[in-house]
Structure formats: structure tokens, C-alpha cells
């Protein structure tokens, strides 16, 4: 995570100043302006433990959306500022996520929670009644303060006060003594993905908390397949464009599964894709799909293809710039050469011609080109080329009104023939090497269809005119202003709870950036 910089000091309130010239933490900002009660929650004190030091308590009052972290340090920007020169100038910082407060250490000298140095750049959670310490304890400086939880954050936050919170939802203890859960992510049928934060490290992670017992009540061995297929292939992979597993946890009655994942909290190339109007220019497009080309040519390599890649499960590493990960690998398999794999995977909008054909028997009049015996490795690179499509022109190159996966012939139909618009009032915005790519990774035939390793040499990729460019690019990337944490994951678990194959295949819009930002950014270019 990102400091900011340049914070603006934050006021409290009148009623709240206590005998500020007695300690050596001040509150920045006087007495000048109200805390306006709707938006903040008062979440409880940090108590000075050395009562010798003449310290006052530090009342803890933060944004209820956490757009606002508490900073900590000697610099005068701070919200609380410390005269001691052991404090670092920016020491730490209290961040609201969900329910919760982590803190998040960015200092030389350390923070300790309980006694235990959290280490610059990593998180842990603030719980009623921890020990937070700015700096190391000597006989001369003791900044240790106790955090006494108020009430009213203790009533939105039950976890500070039952150990039994996350052990009703499913949570083993063996895996909450590793790991502190921070909130849901998103949920599904068989599995609820979690934020967390690993206590002896301080790294967030995801944790994805499977429930075998309902895996076992359902489909039985098809998904206990696809569950083990997963697993197999995480622990396969290790690449910088794609998700990694960290550890697995079985719980002891063998009924509870928790894979602990790489965190991407950025959310999904799906909600940064507009629709009839996108939200990425084309060189931010090159700089993803240079990314996916990457991750999914290190799959080939390894012999797995992915057969679900679709926007949902691209996700971005944060919300300040365009690294992406690939995710979700419940439909991958490995596929030895030669192998043809026959059964009808991925999202209707991504199905490679081939796939459907060796499913469905769908009958279409170019049909020797597709092999009804199964399909190999292009079907990705058709996946791709359907992505890129979107990515550069804000919509899908299919549509189809139905929404269940068996009923699309009309959608199953174009997919086939190859029935691809290029509207030329979009179009015409894009240069004419992008879209050869779009269409050659979009070509029905797999053998005449571009691999994704012949993708990865294709001009508009290596074009060298733009690394000319490249920096410049990338300031521009950094000044994207993105919606606020909250619409951001209100749009992850609207898309996450429902992540199957019954909902609508087409993309709806979904405004990523704001408006604002999106015509300065097209102004800087212009000036440029």
C-alpha cells in the first residue's frame, strides 16, 4: 500500500482537546473544526502505559468509509504529532478496512503491537486492548499505549470482544492462531474469500475457505475434481502475473478446506471496463494485455491451459496502477501435447468456436475447421483476443439476450461463424495494428489462429514507438483517480456473490475511473 502524501490534518472536536500541553503527542489541528458524526466513529483510546511521562490519551476517531488513515509521526502533517525524537517523521498509520483497524508500520525505529516489531510496510490489526509501542522501549523512552476499544466500536465490531465470532462462520482455530481475518471479500456456492493478515509477518493475504461438505452434498466427485485440480496447479505456478498460493490448511474433521492466496485488492478488470465507452486508452490496454499475454504463455509452457480467462478473474495488485493477476483456476486443467480436452468450460462470452463445437455438436457450416474430438491450448488465445476486443472498445464483440448457457444458440451461433462487428465509430479510434491483432487472435479455424506465444511477437506488442512513450505512460497511469474503497467493494461482492454461469454474459457498465479524472487525463495527454 501507498503513502499519501501532503495529508490534511484532520480536527477533533472541542470536547475532545484533554490537557493537550501536557503530553508530547498532540492531536494536529486545534480546536477549529467538528468531526461531523455521520461519517466518523469515535473507535475507542490509546492509553499511555508510563504514567511517569505525563502522557494523556489518544482518542482514536476515524472515517467510517476508511478514506482517511490516522498518521502518526514528528512531522507537523501528522494527525498526531510526537516531539520524541525516537518517532520517524510518518512512524505508522491506522487504517479502517471493513469492520477493522490495522495498523500499518512505516517507520526505521519499528512499531510493536504486543511487544512484537510489525516491520515497515506490513500490517497488523488493532484489537481491544493491545499494546501498541512507537518505537523501541529503553529506560529513558517508554511510547507504549493500551488500546481501550470504545463501545460503539465494539458493537460494530464483535470479533474485538468473541473469540467465537469467526469460529460461527466456519473459521478453525488452527488457522485463526496464523492468521487474523479483516472481512469478506466475496462469496460463492462451495467457498467465502476472505481478507487477512498473517500475524507473523504482517503481509495481507486472501483466504479462501472452502466448505468440502457441501462440495460432497452436491456434485460429489466432479467438484472434488475440480477442487483438486486447482490445488494441483496453484502449487505448480509461480509467476509474477499470476496468483499464488502461499500455504493450505485442512481442518481435522477433513470437512473445511482454507487455501491462504496472494492478495490482489484492486479489484477486477471488469469493473474498469466501460461499455460503448472505455474507460482505458490504448496504450493502458497494450500495458494489461502485455501482462496477460505473459501469464497465460507461462501456463502453455507448464502445460495448463486455463479455459476460464474472461475480466472477472484478471485482477489488479491495487488501485494505483495496471499490474494485473490472473486468478481463479477451478476449470484449468494440464493438457499434454497432443491432448484434446472435451468438456464445455468457460463463460459463453469466451468460448473459443472449438469448444463449443466438441460440446454442443453445434452444427455450423464451416464445421471441418473445428474438430468435434476436443479442443487444446488456443482456446485461450481465443479467450484473449475476445478480452482485448473489450478492452479497447468498452463492449463485447458478442451479444445475446438469454442468460442460461445452455439456451445462447443464437450467441453459440456467432461465436462459430465468426460473426465479429468492428463499428467504425469506434473502431476508427483504434489503430489498425491493435485491431489485426483482435482479429487474428479471433480467427474460428484454432490452426490459423494466433498462439499466444506468436501474440506475444505481434508488432502492436513489440512496436517500439511506444516505449518512447513508456514513461510518460506510466505517470499517466499513476494519476488515474479511481473510485473511493467503498464503491470498489461494493462492485467485488456484487460480482463475486454471483459468480456463475446464470448471470447476465454481458458486460454492464461500470464507471472505474470518474469522469473528471477521465477527461483531465485525455487533456494531460493531448498537452502531451
Known sequence: MEIEENITPKKIREEDDINLTQTSV???????????????????????????NNKTPIKIQIRMDGSEPLLFGRLKTCHFVFTEVIVSGQHCRIIKKSESLLIEDLSTNGTYLNGKLIGKGKFQI??????????????????????????????????????YYWESKGIKKEVLQEYDFIKELGSGNFSVVYEGVQKS????????FVNLSKYQQSEGAKLQVQLNREIEILKKTNHPNIISI??????????????????ADGGELYDRIGYDSPMLNEQEAKYIFKQLLNGVSYLHYMGIAHRDLKPENILFVNNYDLSIKISDFGLARFINEGELAKTLCGSPLYVAPEVIVSKTKHQIQNKELLSPNGYGMTCDAWSLGA????????????????????????????????????????????????????????????????????????????????????????KNIKKRVLVDETNILLNQLALQSSNDFNQNP??????????????NNNNNNNEN
Do not use: M
Request: hydrophobic share 35%; charged share 20%; net charge negative.
Open 26 to 52: 498532540t492531536p494536529n489541528g486545534g480546536n477549529s473544526q467538528q468531526y461531523i458524526v455521520n461519517e466518523h466513529i469515535y473507535c475507542g483510546d490509546l492509553l499511555p502505559l508510563n504514567e511517569s
Open 126 to 163: 488493532l484489537k481491544n486492548k493491545d499494546l501498541l509501542g512507537f518505537g523501541r522501549v529503553s529506560k529513558d523512552v517508554d511510547l507504549t499505549y493500551l488500546f481501550n476499544a470504545s463501545k460503539q466500536y465494539l458493537l460494530l465490531n464483535p470479533s474485538q470482544t468473541q473469540s
Open 201 to 208: 509477518t504482517g503481509q495481507r493475504v486472501a483466504i479462501k
Open 246 to 263: 502461499k500455504d493450505i490448511f485442512y481442518s481435522k474433521d477433513d470437512q473445511h478446506l482454507f487455501f491462504i492466496l496472494e492478495l
Open 387 to 474: 478480452i482485448l476486443y473489450i478492452i479497447l472498445s468498452g463492449s463485447p464483440p458478442f451479444h445475446d439476450d438469454q442468460d442460461d448457457l445452455i439456451s445462447t444458440p443464437q450467441l453459440f451461433e456467432q461465436i462459430v461463424s465468426g460473426d465479429i462487428q468492428f463499428p467504425l465509430e469506434i473502431w476508427s479510434n483504434i489503430s489498425s495494428v491493435a485491431t489485426d491483432l483482435v482479429k487474428k487472435l479471433l480467427t474460428v479455424d484454432p490452426s490459423q489462429r494466433l498462439t499466444v506465444e506468436q501474440a506475444i511477437n505481434h508488432p502492436w506488442i513489440l512496436n517500439s514507438d511506444d516505449n518512447n512513450n513508456n514513461n510518460n505512460n506510466l
Open 506 to 519: 454481458e458486460i454492464k457498465k461500470r464507471k472505474s475511473f470518474s469522469q473528471v479524472a477521465i477527461n
